[in-house]
Structures are given as structure tokens and as C-alpha cells.
């Protein structure tokens, strides 16, 4: 049984939340390691797993564990049980959020305690409800997250990359971009086409918005294990030679005041240019699926789950300005369940 996990305090930092929260545990020997039964978990199916971690991180529980769990595993049962406790991939919305969450650890060897792991997990999803609450998204569902570990400076982090869904169902899912579709190509500047339209929108939104209404869901699918992320970004520069980079020449949108292109630079997008990008954003989805197990090609691919795609505007290394998006898209192994729900945000 999958429990709800009490609200977040209301006082925190989203859409580019870094939580700095020094979780400090013991060093875990060999012998508490074993304890974990590690071969037993990897043997279990994946929802088996999950539902057992969750129960071992309930707190009448830790209490009188001993329990360590290797780094890695840490990592696969944090964001597996995320995405199973908390996301609904099968519903549909007008909006999508997206942002980035960073948790600070002290972790010394190859495991941590499991008091450690259920600290971060509820630091975790404490982040993703302040999400929710600090930004007012209505009938909100978590569409999914990704967890890193990244290593700066020698300090430790778990980099957490979510998206949302909320809002209602557009009626013009599989239509094209139209007239109406001048959009400024990010940070929420809305339209360009002389109209005074839609807070918080741009290129970027709709675009991104489009391409996960469209994505296919495997039949009978439940949930998410083991989401990666694959980015693509356009190339360093233009080539003086090159065809103009302003206008559809680059995978994903690209223009600079480099000369000679600098004549038609411009960060206002036409209906052309959105299907265009749109266009190149489905394709790249599919050209670029990874592997469930890069050792056993047999198994197949991993399906697409979601995109971030981010604007992105700086000088070059000769001074000359850059705006461009950068694209995350996010797979994973798709599972069925007998028993999985929604979780009701």
C-alpha cells in the first residue's frame, strides 16, 4: 500500500529550488551492508522492491534498523519509489512545469544508513509539494523525476529533475501551430504578434507543451524505473560557410548576432518556425532512445517519458550574442501493475 506523504513547509525556493540540507550518517560496514540482502532485492521484480523500500523507510521501522544500502541502489529505490508513489504518467494537461531540485549529503563509502536514505527521500518529495503549493498549480500531477548524483568541489549532491502537468486539456492536441502562434522564444514573454496574451508562456512552453501531450503511452503502463536523461544541444557556432543558423538550420532553435548572420537575428518565432522545431523535437525523440540495458540489446529500448526543454541566451567566446534552446528528454522502463494508483495530489 502506497502512503501520502504529509505536505511541505510552504517557505520553499522552486522552479530552480536548490535545497542545501546536510544529512550526516554513520560509515556502514560490511556486515550491516549485508544485512540489506542485496541479491535478494535484485532478484525481485521491480514494484516488489519499491514496496519494500517503502516500508522500510516507515518510521516504526528505522527505528531499530541497522540496515545500509549501497550508493547506487539508493539512487534506483529513491526515484523508482518517487515516480511509483507520487507520478501519474496517464493523464493529460494544458501546462507542463519543469525545474531542477539539489540536495546536499555527507556521504563517506560505498553505502549509507538507512535513516540517511529516508531523510533525502522525504527531503525529496517534501520539494516536490512545495512545487505545487508555492506555485498555485491547479489539479497538478507529477509527470516525472530524475535523480543524479553529482559530485562539486568534493561535495556531494542528489540533482533531482521533475515535471508537472495541471491545468485542463486543450481541445488542439495533434493541430499545428497557426497564425495565432508568434511566440517569443522563452523566459515567459508570451506572444509577438502585437497581442497582450498568456503570463508566464512562450516558445519554450508551448513547444514542450505540445510534445508531451503527444508522446505514447505503452499499453497497460503504470509506471517509471530507471529514467535517464539524454541531452541534445546545438553546436558550439556557425560555420562562416554555414546555411543561416537563424532560421531552421540547427536541430533545435539557434540564432546569433555572429556576421554575417546577425542580419536576421531574432528571438520572436513564426508559426513556421515553432512546427518546425516541434517537428525536429519528435523526431529527435525517437532517434536518440537509449538502451534498457546497454549489455543486453535484447531487451529492447526505453520509452520516452518526457522533455525539459530550456531556453538559453549568452556571449559566445568572441562576444557575438546567443539564444538558443537546449533539450532534455527523459526514458525509462515502462512497467504494468496489478495493484498501482495515481497518487491524488
Same mark, same amino acid.
Not at 536514505?117 to 491547479?138: E, R
Not at 546567443?322 to 528528454?329: A, R
Given at each position: 500500500?502506497?502512503k501520502a506523504i504529509p505536505n511541505a513547509p510552504n517557505n520553499l525556493?522552486?522552479?530552480?529550488?536548490?535545497?542545501?540540507?546536510?544529512?550526516?550518517?554513520?560509515?556502514?560496514?560490511?556486515?550491516?551492508?549485508?544485512?540489506?540482502?542485496?541479491?535478494?532485492?535484485?532478484?525481485?521484480?521491480?514494484?516488489?522492491?519499491?514496496?519494500?523500500? =517503502? *516500508?522500510?523507510?516507515?518510521?516504526?521501522?528505522?527505528?531499530?534498523? *541497522?540496515?545500509?544500502?549501497?550508493?547506487?541502489?539508493?539512487?534506483?529505490?529513491?526515484?523508482?519509489?518517487?515516480?511509483?508513489?507520487?507520478?501519474?504518467? =496517464? /493523464?493529460?494537461?494544458?501546462?507542463? +512545469?519543469?525545474?531542477?531540485? /539539489?540536495?546536499?549529503?555527507?556521504?563517506?563509502?560505498?553505502?549509507?544508513?538507512?535513516?540517511?536514505?529516508?531523510?533525502?527521500?522525504?527531503?525529496? *518529495?517534501?520539494?516536490?509539494?512545495?512545487?505545487?503549493?508555492?506555485?498555485?498549480?491547479?489539479?497538478?500531477?507529477?509527470?516525472?523525476?530524475?535523480?543524479?548524483?553529482?559530485?562539486?568541489? &568534493?561535495?556531494?549532491?542528489?540533482?533531482?529533475? #521533475?515535471?508537472?502537468?495541471?491545468?485542463?486539456?486543450?481541445?488542439?492536441?495533434?493541430? *499545428?501551430?497557426?497564425?495565432?502562434?508568434?511566440?517569443?522564444? &522563452?523566459?515567459?514573454?508570451?506572444?509577438? %504578434?502585437?497581442?497582450?496574451?498568456?503570463?508566464?508562456?512562450?516558445?519554450?512552453?508551448?513547444?514542450?507543451?505540445?510534445?508531451?501531450? %503527444?508522446?505514447s503511452t505503452p499499453l497497460g503502463h503504470a509506471y517509471y524505473t530507471?529514467?535517464?536523461?539524454?541531452?541534445?544541444?546545438? $553546436?558550439?557556432?556557425?560555420?562562416?560557410?554555414?546555411?543561416?543558423? %537563424?532560421?531552421?538550420? #540547427?536541430?533545435? +532553435?539557434? %540564432?546569433?548576432?555572429?556576421? $554575417?548572420?546577425?542580419?536576421?537575428?531574432?528571438?520572436?518565432?513564426? $508559426?513556421?518556425?515553432?512546427?518546425?522545431?516541434?517537428?525536429?523535437?519528435?523526431s529527435l525523440i525517437t532517434q536518440n532512445r537509449p538502451l534498457a540495458?546497454?549489455?543486453?540489446?535484447?531487451?529492447?529500448?526505453?520509452?520516452?517519458? &518526457?522533455?525539459?526543454?530550456?531556453?538559453?541566451?549568452?556571449?559566445?567566446?568572441?562576444?557575438?550574442?546567443?539564444?538558443?534552446?537546449?533539450?532534455?528528454? +527523459?526514458?525509462?522502463?515502462?512497467?504494468?501493475?496489478?495493484?498501482?494508483?495515481?497518487?491524488?495530489?
Open positions: 500500500m502506497k525556493r522552486t522552479r530552480a529550488l536548490y535545497l542545501l540540507i546536510i544529512l550526516l550518517g554513520s560509515a556502514c560496514s560490511k556486515a550491516d551492508l549485508y544485512e540489506v540482502h542485496r541479491q535478494d532485492l535484485i532478484l525481485q521484480d521491480p514494484e516488489t522492491r519499491i514496496i519494500e523500500f =517503502l *516500508s522500510m523507510i516507515q518510521e516504526d521501522h528505522l527505528q531499530k534498523s *541497522s540496515t545500509c544500502l549501497e550508493v547506487e541502489e539508493c539512487l534506483w529505490l529513491m526515484e523508482s519509489s518517487l515516480t511509483y508513489s507520487l507520478a501519474d504518467p =496517464l /493523464r493529460e494537461s494544458a501546462d507542463i +512545469f519543469s525545474g531542477k531540485s /539539489r540536495l546536499e549529503i555527507s556521504a563517506t563509502g560505498p553505502s549509507l544508513p538507512l535513516q540517511t536514505v529516508a531523510l533525502m527521500y522525504q527531503a525529496l *518529495s517534501d520539494t516536490l509539494f512545495a512545487v505545487v503549493s508555492k506555485n498555485g498549480l491547479q489539479d497538478a500531477f507529477l509527470e516525472f523525476v530524475d535523480l543524479k548524483w553529482v559530485t562539486e568541489d &568534493g561535495q556531494v549532491f542528489v540533482t533531482m529533475d #521533475y515535471a508537472f502537468g495541471h491545468g485542463g486539456i486543450p481541445s488542439y492536441l495533434s493541430s *499545428s501551430f497557426g497564425p495565432q502562434d508568434w511566440w517569443w522564444y &522563452g523566459m515567459g514573454m508570451g506572444r509577438c %504578434n502585437g497581442m497582450v496574451c498568456c503570463q508566464g508562456k512562450d516558445a519554450t512552453t508551448e513547444i514542450m507543451r505540445k510534445a508531451m501531450l %503527444n508522446l530507471d529514467i535517464e536523461a539524454v541531452i541534445v544541444r546545438n $553546436p558550439n557556432g556557425p560555420y562562416s560557410s554555414s546555411i543561416d543558423p %537563424n532560421y531552421c538550420f #540547427y536541430p533545435i +532553435f539557434y %540564432n546569433t548576432t555572429h556576421p $554575417p548572420f546577425d542580419s536576421t537575428f531574432h528571438t520572436c518565432l513564426s $508559426p513556421q518556425e515553432m512546427n518546425f522545431h516541434y517537428t525536429q523535437i519528435q540495458d546497454p549489455l543486453d540489446p535484447s531487451l529492447g529500448f526505453k520509452q520516452p517519458v &518526457g522533455i525539459a526543454l530550456l531556453p538559453s541566451e549568452y556571449y559566445d567566446a568572441h562576444g557575438y550574442y546567443v539564444v538558443e534552446h537546449i533539450l532534455f528528454m +527523459f526514458y525509462g522502463i515502462s512497467h504494468t501493475s496489478a495493484t498501482w494508483t495515481p497518487y491524488a495530489w
